[in-house]
């Protein structure tokens, strides 16, 4: 499986931006999927997951109430709205994916997100 982000950029706070997350090879393994992101200096962090049929969503507090995650199977895509975007929210964003039979996960290369003040 591959996973690739797209939708990063530069924003000031109170913006918006839509991160992707397409995936190709053996998609028909994939369960759950997340974003996760690594600010500098600090530890990589759940942001938000969303179950293989995508009717279980589970969000960081840090979060909740400003972005949303959701998954197109048909698009093998994933994505993760961010509104009401703050400084604190700068970080890359990464895709993760989980095996379905083996619970390997799987990473893409990340996307730089960064809100100005």
């Known amino acids: 499986v591959q996973l690739v982000e797209s939708g990063g950029g530069l924003v000031q706070a109170g913006g918006s931006l839509r991160l992707s997350c397409a995936a190709s090879?053996?998609?028909?393994?994939?369960?759950?999927m997340g974003w996760y992101r690594q600010a500098p200096g600090k530890q990589r962090e759940l942001v938000a997951t969303i179950t293989k049929g995508g009717g279980s969503t589970n969000y960081a507090d840090s979060v909740k109430g400003r972005f949303t995650i959701s998954r197109d199977n048909a698009k093998n895509t994933m994505y993760l709205q961010m509104n009401s975007l703050k400084p604190e929210d700068t970080a890359v964003y990464y895709c993760n994916a989980q095996n379905i039979a083996t619970f390997v996960d799987y990473w893409g290369q990340g996307t730089q997100v960064t809100v100005s003040s």
């Open positions: 090879g053996s998609t028909f393994s994939i369960n759950a």
